[in-house]
Each structure stands twice: as structure tokens, then as C-alpha cells.
């Protein structure tokens, strides 16, 4: 039971456009979504996130979108950047009776940005 | 990564040893979390600790697995009698107590090989 799916393994994008990364849940605790990005052999790093309360939230070139109804997220790169190439993971996180939280990690997208 | 400490980065193990996998929080974080990361496999939620407690360790197998998180000392990931199906790379993260939404901070991971 996947919780949180990213249906796009991979990702193509030239440089300078838009690049756009797809994230679906399923369960509708989750009030908290985070995008970490990831290099080969490194941890993931912080990225960006939304409460549940919002819609969008712009961070520079990173902007996420949340449509609670349809149960899905998007985070937009504009422009894409070389180094924009990694592994890019959503999560969602529910809350604990104790204040503290459980991530739930998508399968992940690997965004590949062509010069 | 915020100053989330694994060690060591690599470790080898025959089949049937045991692998110890610790994880040294960012100074002040009371949040422990481990996921495991399998080749071409997005990353699983296996056990959240906080301070000398276990909190929720429903991603962890039941047998051969165990997580503790001492009042003074790093957390420990600990696999009894390695197969060649643990080798994967395990990332601990750690989070501040505080409120909600904080994202959590990973170390740069552990890749295990059984061999």
C-alpha cells in the first residue's frame, strides 16, 4: 500500500525550461508535504514544503502546488538548471499524538536537465 | 546535511553476522528516523525514535532488527544475522522538538553489502 506515489521514475528536461515533478497520496491525514532531492550517494536534502492550509508556496526558482481534493502535488523548477539533475522525493507527513511526525517517502524521480 | 552523523558510510558483512549502523542526531534534535533505501527503490520508513523511547517502529521487521536511541550516545540500528537482502543503504534523520512541520535533516547514509 503506497501511500505516496511518484508515477514518473524519470524526467527529461532542457535546460532553461520548466521542469515538473507529479506526486499523488492517498491518505488524507497527511497535512504536511515536503520535496527532498537527493544525490548519488548522499543523503536528501530539504528542498521545500506546504501545509495543508495552502495551495502554493514559492521558494526561488522551486514552487509547490497542493489540490487537496485530488489528492496531489506538483513542484515546479523554473528555470531548470544543470545541477537541477538528481533524485527527487516527495513526502507527506502525518502527526503524532506526542507533536512529532512520521515522513512518508514517494518511490522518487530522477530529473535529468540536458544542456 | 545539518550536521546528521552516519558511521560508518560503508559497511561490509558476511551473512550471518551482525551490522551495527549508528547515527549521530544534529546537537539539540530529539527525533530520531530510519528509512532504508533499496536498490532502485524509493526510501521506507522503518522506526522513529525519540530520547530512550521507541515511538513508532512499524516499517521494521519484526525479526533480526532493532533501533534504540540512548539518553547520552548515538542511535543504533542494529541487524542480527545479515542475508544478502538487507544490503541497502540506510539514512537516519533527525528533527528538532519543536512544531510541526519541521522537516527533518538526513546523514549522508550507510551502504550496507552482505555478502
Known amino acids: 500500500d503506497q501511500q505516496v506515489k511518484q508515477n514518473s521514475p524519470s524526467l527529461s528536461v532542457q535546460e532553461g525550461r520548466i521542469s515538473i515533478l507529479n506526486c499523488d497520496y492517498t491518505?488524507?491525514?497527511?497535512?504536511?508535504f515536503l520535496w527532498y532531492k537527493k544525490y548519488p550517494a548522499e543523503g536528501p536534502t530539504f528542498l521545500i514544503s506546504?501545509?495543508?492550509?495552502?495551495d502554493k508556496n514559492e521558494d526561488g526558482r522551486f514552487t509547490v502546488f497542493l489540490n487537496k481534493s485530488a489528492k496531489h502535488l506538483s513542484l515546479h523548477i523554473v528555470p531548470s538548471q544543470p545541477g537541477d539533475s538528481a533524485v527527487y522525493f516527495c513526502?507527506?507527513?502525518?502527526?503524532?499524538?506526542?507533536?512529532?511526525?512520521?515522513?512518508?517517502f514517494g518511490q522518487g524521480t530522477r530529473l535529468t536537465i540536458n544542456p | 546535511n545539518a550536521g546528521v552523523m552516519q558511521n560508518p558510510r560503508h559497511l561490509v558483512r558476511r551473512r550471518g553476522q551482525e551490522a551495527r549502523l549508528r547515527c549521530s542526531p544534529v546537537?539539540?534534535?530529539?527525533?530520531v528516523y530510519w528509512y532504508r533505501q533499496l536498490p532502485e527503490e524509493g526510501l521506507k520508513f522503518m522506526v522513529y525514535?525519540?530520547?530512550?523511547?521507541?515511538?513508532?517502529e512499524s516499517g521494521m521487521p519484526k525479526e533480526r532488527f532493532s533501533a534504540e536511541f540512548p539518553k547520552e550516545g548515538p542511535s543504533i540500528l542494529r541487524i542480527q544475522q545479515v542475508v544478502r537482502g538487507d544490503s541497502a543503504a540506510y539514512f537516519c534523520?533527525?528533527?528538532?522538538?519543536?512544531?510541526?512541520?519541521?522537516?527533518?535533516?538526513f546523514g549522508q547514509g550507510t551502504r550496507l553489502t552482505v555478502v
Open positions: 534523520a533527525s528533527s528538532p522538538d519543536r512544531g510541526r512541520g519541521t522537516e527533518a535533516f
Open positions: 491518505n488524507s491525514m497527511f497535512d504536511y
Open positions: 506546504i501545509s495543508s492550509i495552502k
Open positions: 513526502a507527506a507527513s502525518a502527526l503524532y499524538v506526542q507533536g512529532a511526525q512520521k515522513l512518508v
Open positions: 546537537k539539540g534534535h530529539s527525533h
Open positions: 525514535l525519540q530520547k530512550e523511547n521507541i515511538i513508532d
